[in-house]
């Protein structure tokens, strides 16, 4: 049993802990503290009175931690001015919407005009003119269509000849045209290639995106927007982006004419209370609370897009440009700025695209994709905007938006009916671009811009994880194809979002026919007298040289882009950045055989993907996992099993029956059968570090850092703010409930009107049990939901509070209260 003289030790210090948890001088604390315990009016005062005597001194200072009706709450964004957003109707029937006006238009069946005007075709009409781009990008296509389907269209007969005579007809004829549709699809990358190496060796490019805009001023009036959307995120992690991007903009002199929202979606209590520490800490720090806000919403519908899409709602209107972040992006001051001044420059752009660099991750598969990024990417985000031009894609982050053509025409509806491509759209920045294209901007990917990066997955499990919930959103764009008024190129791009994903279907069945033609050839023998009678047998044919032309042909479609681009950065001297030559060389090889062992994994897994998803399976939206912690032998195991045991026995087959289709066969069968190690090795920090001390996948932002990127690994490297508590920043609903700073910042951003919401009876015993709860059996023994409805009232929170502060040591010891 303690003593009076211990229950004045631990009161004593209990009391100070409460007092130094506040926003006061160390000096002011302890005056605080003994000032309470003077106030008591027993010798040996209890928790109870003595901060009760402490919260009565606060409210006589002003500074009661739960604010009352007159005091003003801490403003964490702009007033509003609401702005309508609404959706204009895609086609929900699009193949009965072609059939109609193919009979309108040969039988006046159906007569025009009969529906409402679209607004988008009024937009369209008043921005419509003939533009110089689109003369030129109109014949630029059709000469990459014909480069694809002239070497498809050969291909496919090339194939169906140098296969074996004997096999079924059927699997033959499937064989090709599968063959036809795989080399065209590889042959876009390499015509997109050809014509970045060319418009990257000549010296001025009239037609790019930003020509011009070094000499543009942005107008004191022009008002731009820096979107943050967040879901269950690290905040120190976001935070040190947008310090960096903050303190760039700052150093450009154009940081008034910006703000920057963190938009928030989160769910999990813990990171909801996170970020308004990171967000209120950042802004006192840098006196920056009129430029950088926070929002967190309650119902995250619509995912990201309708985060977006809040936002223009409510703030909007007071903008003319919004760029949109992820998470991990970051971006240069000056790119911003030139991306501001280019829109002001050119009226009829809507979006401009900037190429983002992947930066940061050390694990193996990180760092080929970063090297591969850094080498290969300018020259292919130059050969794409050589055929997209103004009809270029936003890749939903890293990118300028012309805030009010989207609130009026890029509103995304819901999808109708059942199943998994109903719904709301999940990959919604292909389709905002068409709308935005469709009322008559122009869409732009700005392949000259740098500083602009974000980060890649760290293992192959969330490369692929990530990839399930593209590949839905992907295949959703197939009801979306022939929509109303999309333009012919992302008619196009739609198709080659859904060929990201069903490529790897089709690339299977290829491998599934070539494996049966190969059965086929082992175990029938050659017919050499058809069924008709004839005096001469009918030699089979065999064409060597066509079989070398498709697998030359294949491969240069595959590997000489990597090819075009080391030329390229060797021609400008460019070499140094990756190490040096023999490096740079070594890197490449090395990617070649680390791409080709994975590339059969993501088949298998693209494809499943694409069979699940049309099964009807559905995906959740989780937060991405942007640390580089390694991935474990248990979950690789229990990840690629099924690919192990499926190469293993394939390739087992094939050996056993025809060896010599196994040979060509072998880089699929191995890498699928060494699934595991692959995801476990390609994973570790250990193994990327290691190569780069071998000088492989070296970048030029490792030899070089920008000033962008050593900002915020500042930032990530300052320690954390001293706290006498010992509640990791990781558990934010127990440090609001119990330090209270953070505690007095959760109740000052809550909305008045959520506070002041009247309580009917019901209500009350659902608040008092919870209540009673919370104190019983402690933060660890409420649920997610439970700590959400603590959070969200302000005034059971702040009785909780106090309550906790009072709690003996024993129940105290859960919520960080208890001394040592």
């Given at each position: 049993?303690?003593?009076?003289?211990?229950?004045?030790?631990?009161?004593?210090?209990?009391?100070?802990?409460?007092?130094?948890?506040?926003?006061?001088?160390?000096?002011?604390?302890?005056?605080?503290?003994?000032?309470?315990?003077?106030?008591?009016?027993?010798?040996?005062?209890?928790?109870?009175?003595?901060?009760?005597?402490?919260?009565?001194?606060?409210?006589?200072?002003?500074?009661?931690?739960?604010?009352?009706?007159?005091?003003?709450?801490?403003?964490?964004?702009?007033?509003?001015?609401?702005?309508?957003?609404?959706?204009?109707?895609?086609?929900?029937?699009?193949?009965?919407?072609?059939?109609?006006?193919?009979?309108?238009?040969?039988?006046?069946?159906?007569?025009?005009?009969?529906?409402?005007?679209?607004?988008?075709?009024?937009?369209?009409?008043?921005?419509?003119?003939?533009?110089?781009?689109?003369?030129?990008?109109?014949?630029?296509?059709?000469?990459?269509?014909?480069?694809?389907?002239?070497?498809?269209?050969?291909?496919?007969?090339?194939?169906?000849?140098?296969?074996?005579?004997?096999?079924?007809?059927?699997?033959?004829?499937?064989?090709?045209?599968?063959?036809?549709?795989?080399?065209?699809?590889?042959?876009?990358?390499?015509?997109?290639?050809?014509?970045?190496?060319?418009?990257?060796?000549?010296?001025?490019?009239?037609?790019?995106?930003?020509?011009?805009?070094?000499?543009?001023?942005?107008?004191?009036?022009?008002?731009?927007?820096?979107?943050?959307?967040?879901?269950?995120?690290?905040?120190?992690?976001?935070?040190?982006?947008?310090?960096?991007?903050?303190?760039?903009?700052?150093?450009?002199?154009?940081?008034?004419?910006?703000?920057?929202?963190?938009?928030?979606?989160?769910?999990?209590?813990?990171?909801?209370?996170?970020?308004?520490?990171?967000?209120?800490?950042?802004?006192?720090?840098?006196?920056?609370?009129?430029?950088?806000?926070?929002?967190?919403?309650?119902?995250?519908?619509?995912?990201?897009?309708?985060?977006?899409?809040?936002?223009?709602?409510?703030?909007?209107?007071?903008?003319?440009?919004?760029?949109?972040?992820?998470?991990?992006?970051?971006?240069?001051?000056?790119?911003?700025?030139?991306?501001?001044?280019?829109?002001?420059?050119?009226?009829?752009?809507?979006?401009?695209?900037?190429?983002?660099?992947?930066?940061?991750?050390?694990?193996?598969?990180?760092?080929?994709?970063?090297?591969?990024?850094?080498?290969?990417?300018?020259?292919?985000?130059?050969?794409?905007?050589?055929?997209?031009?103004?009809?270029?894609?936003?890749?939903?982050?890293?990118?300028?938006?012309?805030?009010?053509?989207?609130?009026?025409?890029?509103?995304?509806?819901?999808?109708?009916?059942?199943?998994?491509?109903?719904?709301?759209?999940?990959?919604?920045?292909?389709?905002?671009?068409?709308?935005?294209?469709?009322?008559?901007?122009?869409?732009?990917?700005?392949?000259?811009?740098?500083?602009?990066?974000?980060?890649?997955?760290?293992?192959?499990?969330?490369?692929?994880?990530?990839?399930?919930?593209?590949?839905?959103?992907?295949?959703?764009?197939?009801?979306?194809?022939?929509?109303?008024?999309?333009?012919?190129?992302?008619?196009?791009?739609?198709?080659?979002?859904?060929?990201?994903?069903?490529?790897?279907?089709?690339?299977?069945?290829?491998?599934?026919?070539?494996?049966?033609?190969a059965v086929t050839e082992a175990f029938i023998p050659p017919s050499y007298f058809p069924s008709n009678p004839t005096l001469f047998p009918i030699w089979p044919t065999w064409y060597p040289k066509w079989a070398l032309l498709l697998l030359g042909s294949t491969c240069i479609m595959l590997f000489m882009p990597k090819i075009f681009a080391i030329i390229l950065t060797l021609r400008k001297g460019g070499a140094k950045n990756f190490g040096g030559k023999l490096p740079m060389c070594l890197s490449v090889l090395a990617e070649v055989v680390i791409?080709?062992?994975?590339?059969?994994?993501?088949?298998?897994?693209?494809?499943?993907?694409?069979?699940?998803?049309?099964?009807?399976?559905?995906?959740?939206?989780?937060?991405?996992?942007?640390?580089?912690?390694?991935?474990?032998?248990?979950?690789?195991?229990?990840?690629?099993?099924?690919?192990?045991?499926?190469?293993?026995?394939?390739?087992?087959?094939?050996?056993?029956?025809?060896?010599?289709?196994?040979?060509?066969?072998?880089?699929?069968?191995?890498?699928?059968?060494?699934?595991?190690?692959?995801?476990?090795?390609?994973?570790?920090?250990?193994?990327?570090?290691?190569?780069?001390?071998?000088?492989?996948?070296?970048?030029?932002?490792?030899?070089?850092?920008?000033?962008?990127?050593?900002?915020?690994?500042?930032?990530?490297?300052?320690?954390?703010?001293?706290?006498?508590?010992?509640?990791?920043?990781?558990?934010?609903?127990?440090?609001?409930?119990?330090?209270?700073?953070?505690?007095?910042?959760?109740?000052?951003?809550?909305?008045?009107?959520?506070?002041?919401?009247?309580?009917?009876?019901?209500?009350?015993?659902?608040?008092?049990?919870?209540?009673?709860?919370?104190?019983?059996?402690?933060?660890?023994?409420?649920?997610?939901?439970?700590?959400?409805?603590?959070?969200?009232?302000?005034?059971?929170?702040?009785?909780?509070?106090?309550?906790?502060?009072?709690?003996?040591?024993?129940?105290?010891?859960?919520?960080?209260?208890?001394?040592?």
């Amino acid at each position: 049993m303690n003593t009076y003289q211990d229950m004045d030790f631990r009161v004593r210090d209990r009391v100070l802990l409460y007092a130094r948890g506040l926003n006061l001088s160390p000096r002011e604390s302890v005056d605080l503290a003994l000032e309470s315990l003077k106030r008591c009016s027993s010798d040996h005062p209890d928790y109870e009175e003595a901060l009760v005597c402490l919260h009565a001194i606060l409210a006589e200072r002003g500074r009661e931690l739960i604010p009352g009706d007159d005091a003003p709450h801490l403003m964490s964004a702009p007033g509003m001015t609401r702005s309508s957003m609404l959706a204009e109707e895609l086609d929900r029937t699009p193949w009965i919407s072609i059939f109609k006006k193919t009979l309108s238009r040969l039988f006046r069946i159906f007569p025009s005009g009969m529906k409402e005007r679209a607004s988008w075709k009024d937009s369209a009409e008043r921005q419509r003119r003939q533009l110089e781009w689109e003369r030129v990008a109109g014949r630029r296509r059709s000469l990459l269509m014909t480069f694809i389907l002239v070497p498809a269209i050969i291909g496919a007969y090339l194939m169906y000849s140098i296969l074996p005579q004997q096999g079924i007809e059927a699997v033959k004829i499937v064989t090709a045209v599968l063959f036809a549709i795989l080399f065209g699809w590889i042959s876009i990358g390499f015509w997109m290639c050809v014509a970045g190496c060319w418009v990257l060796s000549r010296k001025v490019d009239r037609l790019a995106p930003t020509r011009g805009c070094d000499e543009a001023t942005i107008p004191d009036t022009c008002r731009t927007a820096i979107l943050f959307p967040v879901y269950n995120e690290d905040p120190h992690r976001y935070m040190a982006g947008i310090a960096a991007t903050w303190h760039s903009l700052v150093r450009t002199g154009e940081s008034d004419k910006f703000d920057i929202f963190i938009l928030s979606d989160s769910t999990s209590p813990d990171a909801w209370v996170a970020e308004e520490e990171a967000w209120y800490e950042f802004c006192r720090n840098e006196q920056c609370f009129n430029h950088i806000f926070y929002r967190r919403r309650r119902n995250n519908t619509k995912r990201k897009s309708g985060n977006v899409a809040d936002f223009c709602r409510r703030w909007g209107a007071q903008y003319k440009y919004m760029i949109v972040f992820d998470a991990d992006s970051v971006m240069s001051g000056r790119t911003m700025v030139r991306m501001v001044k280019s829109m002001e420059l050119h009226p009829e752009m809507g979006m401009i695209q900037t190429p983002p660099l992947a930066v940061n991750m050390n694990s193996l598969i990180a760092r080929v994709q970063q090297f591969a990024n850094h080498l290969y990417g300018p020259v292919f985000a130059t050969g794409l905007h050589f055929w997209l031009l103004g009809d270029a894609q936003y890749w939903g982050h890293n990118a300028i938006i012309r805030v009010d053509p989207f609130i009026r025409h890029c509103q995304l509806p819901t999808l109708p009916g059942r199943g998994p491509l109903a719904g709301d759209i999940l990959s919604h920045d292909f389709v905002e671009s068409a709308l935005m294209r469709r009322a008559g901007y122009g869409v732009w990917l700005a392949y000259d811009l740098d500083g602009s990066w974000e980060e890649t997955p760290p293992s192959l499990i969330d490369e692929l994880i990530r990839d399930r919930r593209w590949c839905q959103g992907n295949l959703q764009h197939s009801r979306l194809i022939f929509s109303g008024g999309i333009f012919p190129t992302h008619r196009a791009l739609f198709i080659n979002g859904i060929m990201s994903y069903a490529s790897a279907l089709l690339w299977f069945f290829f491998l599934v026919f070539s494996s049966i033609q190969a059965v086929t050839e082992a175990f029938i023998p050659p017919s050499y007298f058809p069924s008709n009678p004839t005096l001469f047998p009918i030699w089979p044919t065999w064409y060597p040289k066509w079989a070398l032309l498709l697998l030359g042909s294949t491969c240069i479609m595959l590997f000489m882009p990597k090819i075009f681009a080391i030329i390229l950065t060797l021609r400008k001297g460019g070499a140094k950045n990756f190490g040096g030559k023999l490096p740079m060389c070594l890197s490449v090889l090395a990617e070649v055989v680390i791409s080709t062992l994975l590339a059969p994994v993501r088949m298998l897994f693209h494809s499943f993907f694409v069979v699940t998803t049309l099964l009807g399976w559905k995906v959740s939206w989780n937060t991405q996992n942007r640390s580089d912690m390694g991935t474990t032998w248990g979950d690789a195991i229990r990840f690629h099993w099924w690919g192990t045991l499926i190469g293993i026995i394939w390739g087992g087959l094939m050996w056993l029956i025809n060896p010599g289709f196994f040979w060509w066969f072998s880089p699929i069968a191995v890498g699928l059968a060494l699934s595991i190690p692959l995801s476990v090795f390609t994973s570790r920090v250990s193994w990327g570090m290691a190569a780069r001390r071998m000088g492989l996948f070296i970048t030029s932002s490792e030899l070089k850092e920008e000033p962008e990127q050593a900002d915020m690994h500042k930032e990530l490297a300052r320690p954390d703010r001293y706290s006498p508590f010992t509640i990791a920043p990781s558990r934010g609903f127990t440090r609001a409930v119990v330090i209270p700073r953070v505690h007095a910042l959760h109740i000052a951003l809550i909305r008045r009107r959520t506070w002041e919401r009247p309580i009917g009876e019901t209500r009350e015993k659902m608040r008092r049990a919870l209540l009673a709860k919370a104190l019983e059996k402690g933060p660890f023994g409420l649920s997610k939901q439970e700590k959400s409805a603590l959070l969200m009232d302000p005034r059971l929170l702040h009785e909780l509070h106090k309550k906790v502060w009072q709690l003996n040591p024993e129940k105290g010891h859960d919520w960080g209260v208890a001394q040592n």
